[in-house]
Structure formats: C-alpha cells, structure tokens
Antibody, heavy 121, light 107 residues
Framework: QITLKESGPTLVKTSETLTLTCTFS??????????VGWIRQPPGRAPEWLAS???????RYSPSLRNRVTITKGSSSDQVVFSMTNMAPADTGTYYC?????????????WGQGTRVTVSS | DIQMTQSPSTVSASVGDRVTIACRAS??????LAWYQQKPGRAPKLLIY???TLESGVPSRFSGSGSGTEFTLTISTLQADDFATYYC?????????FGQGTKVDIK
C-alpha cells in the first residue's frame, strides 16, 4: 500500500521560509521513472504545481516560483523535503505531496492528505 | 506558459444525466492531459491520464477524449458519488498547469 504524508508548520510569518517534509511508504524513490512532487491549493482555488524530484535526482520547478522553492531528497530514503522562501499571505493554502510515474506517463497517482499552511504577520 | 481553461465553471445535473466538461489548452499539448476529481477536504484523485486512459479502479462511466488543444471529460451516467469538482491538468512540461475547475452540483 502506497502512502504519503506531509508534515511541517501550520503557521508561518510573512517573509519566513516554509519547510515541509513528505514521508512516504510503499515505494522507493530510487525506482526508475518515479517522482515526488509538491502541489498547493489556495482556499477555494485550483491546485498549483510547485516542484518535483525524480528517481535520478533531477529536479523541476514551477517557472513562476523557481526563485523561491527548493526540493531535495531527505536524509532518510523515504522522505522528500520542500522549502519556499519569503512567504506571503498569498501563499496560504493546503500543500500536498504526490507520487507520479514518468515511465507510465501517469501524473499524480497517489496523494498525501495535505497540510494546511497559514501565512500571517 | 501554457494556460488551461475549463468550461463551464459549474454544471447542475441530476443522477443519471450525461455530463460533459471541456478543457482548452493555450497551445498544443498533444495528449499530455489528466483529469482529477476532488471532493471537499480531500486531495484530488486521478481519473484519466494521457487524455483518454482510465486510471486503474476508476469506473468506466468516466471517459476522456481530445488531443492538441481541445479535451473533454464525460461522465456517461452521473452517480451520487460523482458530485465534486473536476480539474484538467497539462503535464510533461515545466508548466503543468491546472484548469480552474468545474463543479458538478445537484440540480
């Protein structure tokens, strides 16, 4: 069974850096073709892709947020870490991590439950 | 950046109805399109990928079609469990944009 779970702060202050961890089970990120990504969703709005990291350590970022976001594999092989700098109230929303399979051309197949992040001064 | 536009924004329908949702890309994306279903407080659920391939476990009443810039999600016979918001998404480039969503609600 594949599971993903996001963890991190629920409240961050304006201009601070957000760091979230995705802890997953049921698959290995070293398996060819797999990737883990981060997607956020502001309240009442559509999801927005932020970043992805691939089995070969390739990393891709949303062009509009490239200067603010970083994705890395965690110190544990079952974790992916995401960070976003200079947080603002517009960054408030639910942040999800999700698994994709590039070789099968399948995008976000499995999702975490999401973690709500509020940005406030 | 590739932009994805869905229509309509809301569909009011009854159980048993046929529902069609459109998604348009601002430039050709070939068949790199996925459809998701999202219910309140839940993560999106993948329904269809590569424009027309049904994800495993998804009921066959869901189908997708299209290529290039015009795509369609069809629910052949709406069930009570299908009332939700549906999103299209382009993938396979660094755009990976989602459409703004179509809410299917009870008529």
């Amino acid at each position: 069974q594949i599971t993903l779970k996001e963890s991190g702060p629920t409240l961050v202050k304006t201009s601070e850096t957000l760091t979230l961890t995705c802890t997953f089970s049921g698959f290995s990120l070293s398996t060819r073709g797999l990737s883990v990504g981060w997607i956020r969703q502001p309240p009442g709005r559509a999801p927005e892709w932020l970043a992805s990291i691939y089995w070969d350590d390739d990393k891709r970022y949303s062009p509009s947020l490239r200067n603010r976001v970083t994705i890395t594999k965690g110190s544990s092989s079952d974790q992916v870490v995401f960070s976003m700098t200079n947080m603002a109230p517009a960054d408030t929303g639910t942040y999800y991590c999700a698994r994709a399979n590039t070789l099968e051309s399948r995008p976000w197949i499995d999702w975490g439950q999401g973690t709500r992040v509020t940005v406030s001064s | 950046d590739i932009q994805m536009t869905q229509s309509p924004s809301t569909v009011s329908a009854s159980v048993g109805d046929r529902v069609t949702i459109a998604c348009r890309a601002s430039q050709s994306i070939r068949d790199w399109l996925a459809w998701y279903q999202q219910k309140p407080g839940r993560a999106p659920k993948l329904l269809i990928y590569k424009a027309s391939t049904l994800e495993s476990g998804v009921p066959s009443r869901f189908s997708g079609s299209g290529s290039g810039t015009e795509f369609t999600l069809t629910i052949s016979t709406l069930q009570a469990d299908d009332f939700a918001t549906y999103y299209c998404q382009h993938y396979n480039t660094d755009s990976r944009a989602f459409g703004q969503g179509t809410k299917v609600d009870i008529k």
